[in-house]
Nanobody, 117 residues
Framework: QVQVVEYGGNLVEPGGSLRLSCVAS????????MSWYRQAPGKERELVAT????????NYGNFVKGRFTISRDNTKNTAYLQMNNLKPEDTAVYYC??????????WGQGTRVTVAS
């Protein structure tokens, strides 16, 4: 069964850090790209970060400004999002998207991040 599951969401104080994990399982097609998106209440879903599995090349949304780092472990079909210096405006549900060679994209159900005192 093809599955994408996110882990790591939590309540954290401003200035704090969280590490999110995205685990992909049951895939028979090679994973090409793994990405993190987020959606805050009342807002559209936006791209946070992307990593190309083969090359490790990364790309980030403009708002990240060096605070977040995406990485991947190809042996585990897992992508990580290290988030530092979190701000209240980072509060959102964070989703993982997996793009595969010759197959439909798969999204996870999301993990909630709340940044508040």
């Amino acid at each position: 069964q093809v599955q994408v599951v996110e882990y790591g969401g939590n309540l954290v104080e401003p200035g704090g850090s969280l590490r999110l994990s995205c685990v992909a399982s049951g895939f028979t097609n090679s994973i090409r790209v793994m990405s993190w998106y987020r959606q805050a209440p009342g807002k559209e879903r936006e791209l946070v970060a992307t990593v190309i599995n083969r090359s490790g090349v990364t790309n980030y949304g403009n708002f990240v400004k060096g605070r977040f780092t995406i990485s991947r472990d190809n042996t585990k079909n897992t992508a990580y999002l290290q988030m530092n210096n979190l701000k209240p405006e980072d509060t959102a549900v964070y989703y993982c998207r997996v793009q595969r060679d010759g197959a439909q994209d798969i999204w996870g159900q999301g993990t909630r991040v709340t940044v508040a005192s």
